[in-house]
């Protein structure tokens, strides 16, 4: 099976009917110590979209990945915990580029980088 592709290749103009003046619902100062976190797993037919996960940004790699990751995504038969997170290439998904991150079990989510709203990317080594 080839990996999915991104087909878009310029982004569409924006039509807008007037302001936009509604508060946000997911604002960072609404979520406190916690962080929405979007976790996609690029080319996965399993999981097509990024999942997003309410965690602290204090929170250790090896607590996010075993507590939360981990029970999402064994739901698709092809993954196997067992094999940890070495397994994939991890990246900061930004505007259709890939910023590579190097996990490290002991640092938190925040000193990985990531931040409220970003997109956690990976996928399987080649």
């Not at 619902?25 to 309410?54: H, I, Q, T």
């Not at 090896?62 to 067992?82: G, K, L, Q």
Request: proline share 8%; net charge negative; aromatic share 14%.
């Amino acid at each position: 099976m080839s990996a999915l592709a991104d087909t878009l290749t310029e982004a569409p103009p924006i039509n807008s009917i007037g302001a936009y003046d509604i508060p946000s619902r997911s604002a960072k100062e609404l979520y406190g110590d916690d962080m929405l976190l979007m976790v996609w797993w690029k080319g996965n037919p399993w999981f097509v979209a990024a999942a997003c996960y309410r965690v602290p940004e204090a929170m250790p790699w090896e607590a996010f990945w075993n507590e939360v990751f981990v029970p999402y995504h064994e739901e698709d038969p092809d993954f196997e915990a067992s094999k940890g997170w070495e397994q994939f290439d991890w990246f900061q998904a930004v505007n259709r580029e890939e910023h590579p991150i190097a996990i490290d079990p002991a640092k938190t989510l925040a000193e990985l980088g990531l931040t409220h709203k970003a997109v956690l990317g990976f996928k399987t080594k080649s």
